[in-house]
C-alpha cells in the first residue's frame, strides 16, 4: 500500500553534512508520522528522530540532538533528515518508516512503524 525510498547517502568527511530524502507513494492521502532510523553492520537498527503529519511535533535520540533535522512537505510526500557535524560513529545504513496508527503521537519504538524504505548508506571518514 505504501512504499518509502530513501536517497542522499553517500561518502561524507567527518564534520561534514549530508541530506536524506525519503519520498512516499501509495496511500499517502492517509495522515502519518515519519520517522528516521539507522543500522550499523552487527548491530540492531536504531531510533534517530521523528515528526508528525503538520510537522508541530518532533522527537530526537539523545546523541544526535543539535546536529540532526527531521523536516517533512506533505505537498510533496516527502521527509528529510539533515545531517550536520558528522562523526565516524553515524555510519549505517539509514531509514526512514512511516506510522499510520499515530499521525501526531511520536515514538522510538521501531516496532510502532509500519512500512520502511529500503535504506541508503552513509560512510563518514575520520
Known amino acids: 500500500q505504501v512504499q518509502l525510498v530513501e536517497s542522499g547517502g553517500g561518502l561524507v568527511q567527518a564534520g561534514g553534512s549530508l541530506r536524506l530524502s525519503c519520498a512516499a507513494s501509495?496511500?499517502?492521502?492517509?495522515?502519518?508520522?515519519m520517522g528516521w532510523f539507522r543500522q550499523a553492520p552487527g548491530k540492531e537498527r536504531e531510533f534517530l528522530a521523528a515528526?508528525?503529519?503538520?510537522?508541530?511535533?518532533?522527537y530526537y535520540a539523545d546523541y544526535v540532538k543539535g546536529r540532526f533535522t527531521i523536516s517533512r512537505d506533505n505537498a510533496k510526500n516527502t521527509v528529510y533528515l539533515q545531517m550536520n557535524s558528522l562523526k565516524p560513529e553515524d555510519t549505517a545504513a539509514y531509514y526512514c518508516?512511516?506510522?499510520?496508527?499515530?499521525?501526531?503521537?511520536?515514538?522510538?519504538?521501531?516496532?510502532?512503524?509500519?512500512?520502511w524504505g529500503q535504506g541508503t548508506q552513509v560512510t563518514v571518514s575520520s
Open positions: 501509495g496511500r499517502t492521502f492517509s495522515s502519518y508520522a
Open positions: 518508516a512511516a506510522d499510520f496508527d499515530d499521525a501526531y503521537s511520536l515514538t522510538r519504538s521501531k516496532w510502532a512503524y509500519d512500512y
Open positions: 515528526i508528525s503529519y503538520n510537522s508541530g511535533n518532533t
